[in-house]
């Protein structure tokens, strides 16, 4: 155990050296071969008439900067999720949050096609609220759902559903190639403005996944004994998923659906650091940040000089937990 707490500890003190150098190796390397002294030039001398440095500035950086938030903001959602409802299972894109999001910004796209891009980050937190209300609201009028594997199930149907629905809908109104970035992750096209106008919504959510972080703690020690302790325990469920639904609408909203870190990173954070949510939602958000950025970066290289698709990368370590997870856990809870 106290090997296991000098490892997280190591961790985490070394994760922003991590973070900082996946950031500087996605600017450096991309289809196009740019050399580092370029990159500085960029940085230092920006030259407008420059196809490097534009390429760097206006790709490479926000796509370095956004999966780095991307990464931090699903395994925050994650953790808040796993630690409120006691499911190891819990994560945006198993329990249809992801889902809901996209869904609601391909209503949005066909009712105001020209819509801001503020309009475009509302939206996406209105659908993350319609997905986690659909699931949560049907396994609580199914018998035993809201255990593990039965919400993974209903969370699965409902991201089924509202995807189909979507798909139809894009295909009948023939906007299908606009909606298409936000069912297949696109970390390489992110925009710029969008990072900027997300930020102020994400420090909401931190801030408030940070300050509900004790009561998490007890919350997931079981709902009786919360209680006993006097946490208000249906107000901490709705605040954190207000967090949730903040920073998932924000991720999809920035790059699409990404699953698996919201799965993933939160089991990684509480095997290093413990079940205290005081330490596991900050861990996360740095291991989240740095996974996202380094499966961002292997995408470039799978298949070179082709990109691998982010999901498709993110699913090849995730599936295999999923399966790890059912293997050994079964049905049970967090307990």
């Not at 949560?136 to 559903?161: D, E, K, Q, W, Y």
């Not at 940040?289 to 982010?310: H, K, Q, V, W, Y």
């Not at 990368?313 to 307990?335: D, Q």
Request: with cysteine.
């Amino acid at each position: 155990m106290r090997m296991k707490s000098s490892i997280g500890a190591w961790l985490i003190w070394t994760s922003p050296v991590v973070i900082t150098g996946l950031a500087i190796l996605s600017i450096l390397f991309g289809a196009k071969e740019i050399d580092a002294g370029t990159v500085w030039d960029a940085f230092f001398r920006f030259d407008e008439g420059n196809v490097n440095h534009q390429i760097i500035m206006h790709s490479r950086v926000p796509r370095a900067v956004g999966a780095l938030l991307i990464g931090a903001f699903l395994a925050i959602s994650g953790a808040l999720m796993q630690g409120m409802t006691r499911n190891y299972l819990a994560s945006p894109s198993i329990m249809g949050v992801t889902d809901g999001s996209a869904f609601a910004v391909t209503i949005g796209m066909l009712l105001a096609p020209n819509g801001s891009s503020i309009d475009l980050i509302w939206l996406s937190m209105v659908g993350s609220a319609v997905g986690v209300g659909m699931v949560f609201g049907l396994a609580a009028l199914i018998p035993n759902g809201l255990s593990p594997v039965r919400m993974a199930i209903i969370g699965t149907i409902i991201g089924t559903f509202l995807s189909s629905v979507s798909e139809a809908t894009a295909a009948y109104f023939q906007i299908s190639q606009t909606i298409s970035f936000w069912y297949n992750a696109r970390v390489h096209q992110l925009d710029p403005t969008l990072i900027k106008l997300a930020i102020p919504f994400a420090i909401v959510g931190i801030a408030l996944a940070l300050l509900l972080a004790k009561s998490i703690t007890i919350v997931s020690l079981g709902e009786e004994i919360a209680r006993s302790l006097g946490q208000r325990v249906l107000l901490v469920k709705i605040a954190a998923l207000f967090s949730v639904v903040i920073l998932t609408g924000v991720s999809v909203a920035l790059a699409g659906k990404i699953a698996f870190v919201g799965l993933l990173v939160p089991h990684i954070a509480r095997f290093f650091v413990g079940t205290d949510y005081r330490k596991v939602i900050p861990c996360a958000a740095l291991f989240g940040a740095a996974f996202l950025a380094f499966c961002d970066l292997l995408s470039r290289f799978l298949n070179a000089p082709f990109e691998t698709p982010i999901g498709v990368v993110t699913a090849m370590f995730g599936v295999p937990f999923f399966l790890y997870l059912i293997r050994t856990r079964g049905g049970g809870s967090n307990a």
